[in-house]
């Protein structure tokens, strides 16, 4: 009789050998200037990212509320959900991905998995088969939770790959800036997803317009954020490091006080702008613009704007970082942005809709150069975290400062009905008899109000800041002598 090789186990040689040849890891120690081809591969990533959680957010509202009409309260308390329960899946998935020992890295499988499994789940969501309301928020509840436990798998240790690639203090701002250079791309184009959901191959159904773009913007982040796992090679010499429990981990991160400052400060600005941003929607949809087109044409080009104008904020904000230090630029940086949001009073007129969006390009200048700064610090703070634990930790500060971000959205997320409700607005005659006056006044003085509050307070708490410059480059060398007479 004669034996004949199991079909199955060639396919799965082929399969095991694809794999392999992506994963391909080579033992090296980390340098401290990175080359452009890693820089633009890793950047890519930030490219994913952007598209992955900006759709889900862009259509979530315009798509649950507006067009399927569900009670916005509801659909507030349920969209934050999914960020609360990153207060669990964000900190083991750091912790995992720090303690991971494997010939493939710490961080690369993990965005392999969560970017495919991401790029698949997003058209999914706009697809509930019910026409309950109840059984449509449950629906989307369950699908935006899976969606928000991929994304978490993939950024997380993206963001840690982000922070260990270079160990020197302007080097880590030059290499972070490639997570958002690209990640403009994905800006210049997401402003306009609502607006492409009305297009007249969808019937002008924009229900069925979101399934069929958030299907073509799978396919486009599933290979665009297989870009970092092939590009980027880590530091295996870590992996030696003995394994941290997630108690310790938490522990030791919520005891480091520059890094409790700089969470503050993200969380803080984080949810304030984003607890009324919205709110501009409807001052345009009502006021300014006098319908949903034109208020999502405003929309569009604004961040096409924004996103042009951060080719130039972003560069001139890492060149001003060089020659002060980055808690500088981030204080001049939230200075830049309290100017663009108080102007907004002014320009928020119908009598010149384009205005705002003079404003809005400035506010966003500041903005943008915050959260490159902000980002490139917490790679100082794992410097800072070493020279006291011995452990490399990016993974966890990464998940907590993400972390923080999402619960941001989540808060500010649930607030929107409530927020609606509090300046008298009424979805079920808007549409007929319009937005009275006195209720679009309540909108601008949210908006404003509460947008240049936590500015504020985001440029007093960074005077406390205590890592500068000179403290980095203090740290830096400690443990450079450390790590050689080891």
Same mark, same amino acid.
């Given at each position: 009789?004669?034996?004949?090789?199991?079909?199955?186990?060639?396919?799965?040689?082929?399969?095991?050998?694809?794999?392999?040849?992506?994963?391909?890891?080579?033992?090296?120690?980390?340098?401290?200037?990175?080359?452009?081809?890693?820089?633009?591969?890793?950047?890519?990533?930030?490219?994913?990212?952007?598209?992955?959680?900006?759709?889900?957010?862009?259509?979530?509202?315009?798509?649950?509320?507006?067009?399927?009409?569900?009670?916005?309260?509801?659909?507030?308390?349920?969209?934050?959900?999914?960020?609360?329960?990153?207060?669990?899946?964000?900190?083991?998935?750091?912790?995992?991905?720090?303690?991971?020992?494997?010939?493939?890295?710490?961080?690369?499988?993990?965005?392999?998995?969560?970017?495919?499994?991401?790029?698949?789940?997003?058209?999914?969501?706009?697809?509930?088969?019910?026409?309950?309301?109840?059984?449509?928020?449950?629906?989307?509840?369950?699908?935006?939770?899976?969606?928000?436990?991929?994304?978490?798998?993939?950024?997380?240790?993206?963001?840690?790959?982000?922070?260990?690639?270079?160990?020197? /203090?302007?080097?880590?701002?030059?290499?972070?800036?490639?997570?958002?250079?690209?990640?403009?791309?994905?800006?210049?184009?997401?402003?306009?997803? #609502?607006?492409?959901?009305?297009?007249?191959?969808?019937?002008?159904?924009?229900?069925?317009?979101?399934?069929?773009?958030?299907?073509?913007?799978?396919?486009?982040?599933?290979?665009?954020?297989?870009?970092?796992?092939?590009?980027?090679?880590?530091?295996?010499?870590?992996?030696?490091?003995?394994?941290?429990?997630?108690?310790?981990?938490?522990?030791?991160?919520?005891?480091?006080?520059?890094?409790?400052?700089?969470?503050?400060?993200?969380?803080?600005?984080?949810?304030?702008?984003?607890?009324?941003?919205?709110?501009?929607?409807?001052?345009?949809?009502?006021?300014?613009?006098?319908?949903?087109?034109?208020?999502?044409?405003?929309?569009?080009?604004?961040?096409?704007?924004?996103?042009?104008?951060? /080719?130039?904020?972003?560069?001139?904000?890492?060149?001003?970082?060089?020659?002060?230090?980055?808690?500088?630029?981030?204080?001049?940086?939230?200075?830049?942005?309290?100017?663009?949001?108080?102007?907004?009073?002014?320009?928020?007129?119908?009598?010149?809709? /384009?205005?705002?969006?003079?404003?809005?390009?400035?506010?966003?200048?500041?903005?943008?150069?915050?959260?490159?700064?902000?980002?490139?610090?917490?790679?100082?703070?794992?410097?800072?975290?070493?020279?006291?634990?011995?452990?490399?930790?990016?993974?966890?500060?990464?998940?907590?400062?993400?972390?923080?971000?999402?619960?941001?959205?989540?808060?500010?997320?649930?607030?929107?009905?409530?927020?609606?409700?509090?300046?008298?607005?009424?979805?079920?005659?808007?549409?007929?008899?319009?937005?009275?006056?006195?209720?679009?006044?309540?909108?601008?003085?949210?908006?404003?109000?509460?947008?240049?509050?936590?500015?504020?307070?985001?440029?007093?708490?960074?005077?406390? #800041?205590?890592?500068?410059?000179?403290?980095?480059?203090?740290?830096?060398?400690?443990?450079?002598?450390?790590?050689?007479?080891?």
């Amino acid at each position: 009789m004669i034996l004949k090789t199991s079909p199955v186990k060639k396919v799965k040689n082929k399969y095991y050998s694809a794999i392999e040849k992506i994963m391909h890891q080579t033992e090296k120690t980390v340098k401290s200037h990175i080359d452009l081809r890693t820089k633009i591969f890793w950047g890519a990533g930030g490219l994913a990212g952007y598209i992955m959680f900006q759709t889900f957010f862009a259509l979530a509202i315009p798509i649950y509320q507006v067009a399927m009409k569900l009670n916005p309260v509801k659909l507030g308390i349920i969209m934050a959900i999914p960020r609360f329960l990153d207060a669990i899946t964000d900190p083991l998935m750091g912790s995992i991905s720090d303690n991971t020992h494997s010939r493939w890295g710490r961080r690369r499988p993990y965005m392999l998995i969560g970017v495919i499994l991401c790029g698949i789940i997003l058209p999914l969501i706009w697809m509930p088969p019910f026409k309950s309301e109840n059984w449509i928020l449950g629906y989307f509840l369950i699908m935006a939770s899976l969606f928000s436990l991929t994304y978490t798998m993939f950024d997380v240790s993206y963001t840690a790959l982000g922070y260990e690639l270079t160990t020197d /203090y302007d080097e880590r701002t030059k290499v972070l800036v490639w997570r958002m250079y690209l990640g403009i791309i994905g800006m210049l184009g997401m402003p306009w997803i #609502y607006k492409l959901c009305f297009m007249d191959i969808f019937g002008g159904n924009e229900i069925i317009g979101a399934r069929w773009i958030s299907a073509l913007l799978g396919i486009i982040v599933i290979v665009i954020g297989i870009m970092p796992v092939i590009g980027c090679r880590e530091n295996l010499e870590v992996q030696r490091q003995s394994k941290i429990s997630l108690f310790k981990a938490i522990l030791y991160t919520i005891r480091n006080r520059s890094f409790v400052i700089l969470v503050i400060i993200n969380f803080i600005i984080r949810f304030g702008i984003s607890s009324v941003v919205f709110v501009s929607l409807y001052i345009n949809i009502y006021y300014v613009c006098g319908s949903k087109t034109f208020a999502a044409t405003i929309g569009g080009i604004g961040g096409t704007l924004m996103g042009l104008t951060s /080719y130039i904020s972003l560069p001139t904000m890492t060149w001003l970082s060089e020659k002060t230090d980055k808690k500088t630029t981030v204080i001049i940086c939230l200075i830049i942005a309290l100017f663009g949001v108080l102007t907004t009073w002014f320009s928020l007129t119908p009598k010149y809709p /384009y205005m705002q969006l003079i404003t809005g390009i400035i506010t966003n200048f500041g903005l943008m150069g915050c959260w490159l700064l902000m980002s490139s610090m917490v790679a100082d703070i794992c410097d800072q975290d070493e020279l006291k634990t011995g452990h490399r930790r990016e993974g966890n500060y990464g998940a907590t400062m993400s972390f923080s971000e999402k619960v941001a959205f989540a808060a500010s997320t649930a607030l929107t009905g409530f927020i609606l409700n509090l300046s008298g607005y009424d979805g079920s005659t808007a549409d007929t008899i319009g937005v009275p006056f006195q209720v679009i006044f309540k909108m601008k003085v949210m908006l404003i109000g509460v947008q240049g509050f936590v500015l504020v307070i985001g440029i007093i708490l960074c005077l406390f #800041y205590p890592i500068t410059r000179k403290v980095a480059l203090e740290t830096r060398r400690i443990l450079e002598e450390r790590n050689q007479n080891n």
